[in-house]
Nanobody, 121 residues
Framework: VQLQASGGGLVQAGGSLRLSCVAS????????MGWFRRAPGREREPVAG????????DYAESVTGRFTISRDDAKNTVYLQMNNLKPEDTAVYYC???????????????WGKGTLVTVSS
């Protein structure tokens, strides 16, 4: 599976962005999908995850209530709607796929290249 994230950019605090992750090479319908981010000087951290059938969604505490993950398997695409963005959300955002959900923590099966989100104060 090849994953390509897009939709990042520069936005003011309080604004919104929607990230997209388009998969190719294989359907993602059997995969749990996740969004992760790496802020400057920090370790990569999980942001949101969604089960293969969309029945379960999980969020980092820092984004709960502001971010929404969704998937459209017909488009082989996963989304991350980000509202009320804060400067601390500034990071490179990555999408990833794994055959297990919840993710086991031993590494994702596939990673995409990241997209940069910058939130100005």
């Amino acid at each position: 599976v090849q994953l390509q994230a897009s939709g990042g950019g520069l936005v003011q605090a309080g604004g919104s962005l929607r990230l997209s992750c388009v998969a190719s090479g294989r359907t993602i319908s059997n995969y749990g999908m996740g969004w992760f981010r790496r802020a400057p000087g920090r370790e990569r951290e999980p942001v949101a995850g969604i089960s293969w059938n969309g029945s379960r969604k999980d969020y980092a505490e820092s984004v709960t209530g502001r971010f929404t993950i969704s998937r459209d398997d017909a488009k082989n695409t996963v989304y991350l709607q980000m509202n009320n963005l804060k400067p601390e959300d500034t990071a490179v955002y990555y999408c990833a796929a794994d055959g297990d959900y919840p993710f086991r923590g031993d590494g994702m099966d596939y990673w995409g290249k990241g997209t940069l989100v910058t939130v100005s104060s």
